[in-house]
Every structure is written in structure tokens, then in C-alpha cells.
């Protein structure tokens, strides 16, 4: 496991200080995707990661490095006019870094070149840190799936937002103080 330290991220703001690197996931990566993974309450298995790498048509995703380790990763899929993000998590080490917002603004940006509209997702309805985040973002809350999560029974929130179509796509302005971390998980807020 990376020995990680909060310490290595700017202590009154959001971003890394060191560059934070976004690249497609690969098999090479899944032995550090599942131990962040795990430290969640209904984590993916490796297999449910092995089969979202094989859907390249339908979908996409990142990992996010810092100093060449694996801190965060999105998965995400194009359906129709849309863009569903399916899992979105990051180390523990690198929460409420930005880390979530980088990999959330990438998949906007990649959503908005392929003619995307709309981005959808669920987040558990007690996961206060993500929804904050989303709402940051752009998203609103309309409608919640009743008993969603096959672990204990919650509620997800269906959260919806409009994206810019890369021609008219500008930066976004984000509170720094948003919280980050076990953002956009589908299926295992």
C-alpha cells in the first residue's frame, strides 16, 4: 500500500500540490483501485472492474496519479444524449483535495465533446460530503430511487446536470471548500 501523507497537499486549498495526472484505467491499476475500493461500505469487486474495462464502446474511465500512484478513479457511460457516472472514489488519504472535482470536471469535459447534454448519477441519501459536491458542480436533486442500495436499503438521490457543449464550454467556478472524497459512487455510496 502507498505510504500517503495529508501533508503532501496545500493545507488551504482544495488542489494538489504536486501535479495531479489523469489517464484511462488499465488492468495494471485494478490492485490499487480495489484497495480504495474496500474502504468503502459496499465496495465493487476486481471482476466488476474488469468487466467495466471491457465496455469501451458504452463506456470511459480515469485514474487520477499523484507522484505515479493511484489516489482516485471515475467510471463512467455514455447512454444516449447523456453521460451516467457510475463510481467516482478517492484514496482516503487524498479526500477534500479536489482530487473527486478533477476526475468529475474530465468527465464533463470528455461528456461535452461527444455531444453529451446531460450528466446523471446516484449518490447514497446520507452521503452529505458527495451530494454537496455535485450540488458545487451543477447538479440538482430530482428524484430519489426508494431502497436502491442492495447492501443495507437506502435511498439514492437521482441527481441530474446540464453540460455545455464544447463550443461553448468555459471554465466552471468551484467554491474551494467543497468536500471530496467518496464522490459519485453509484454503487456503493
Not at 88 to 107: D, N, Q
Request: aromatic content about 8%; proline content about 5%; overall charge negative.
Amino acid at each position: 500500500m502507498p505510504n500517503f501523507s495529508a501533508s503532501s497537499f496545500a493545507a488551504s486549498g482544495p488542489e494538489p500540490t504536486s501535479p495531479l495526472r489523469l489517464r484511462p484505467m488499465g488492468t495494471a491499476d485494478l490492485d490499487a483501485v480495489v484497495e480504495i475500493e474496500h474502504t468503502f461500505t459496499a465496495p465493487w469487486t476486481r471482476e466488476m472492474f474488469v468487466q467495466e474495462l471491457s465496455q469501451a464502446q458504452s463506456a470511459a474511465n480515469n485514474v487520477a496519479e499523484w507522484d505515479g500512484q493511484v489516489v482516485g478513479y471515475a467510471l463512467w457511460w455514455y447512454v444516449a444524449d447523456e453521460v451516467h457516472i457510475v463510481n467516482v472514489a478517492v484514496h482516503t488519504e487524498f479526500r477534500r483535495r479536489g482530487v473527486a472535482r478533477v476526475l468529475l470536471r474530465a468527465i464533463f469535459d470528455a461528456a461535452s465533446e461527444r455531444g453529451m447534454t446531460i450528466a446523471t448519477l446516484e449518490v447514497r441519501v446520507n452521503n452529505t460530503a458527495a451530494t454537496t459536491l455535485y450540488e458545487a458542480l451543477g447538479f440538482q436533486k430530482i428524484a430519489i430511487r426508494k431502497r436502491y442500495y442492495a447492501d443495507n436499503g437506502e435511498d439514492a438521490v437521482v441527481m441530474l446536470k446540464a453540460l455545455r457543449t464544447s463550443a461553448a464550454a468555459a471554465p466552471e467556478s468551484v467554491p474551494d471548500a467543497v468536500p471530496d472524497g467518496e464522490a459519485g459512487r453509484n454503487a456503493n455510496l
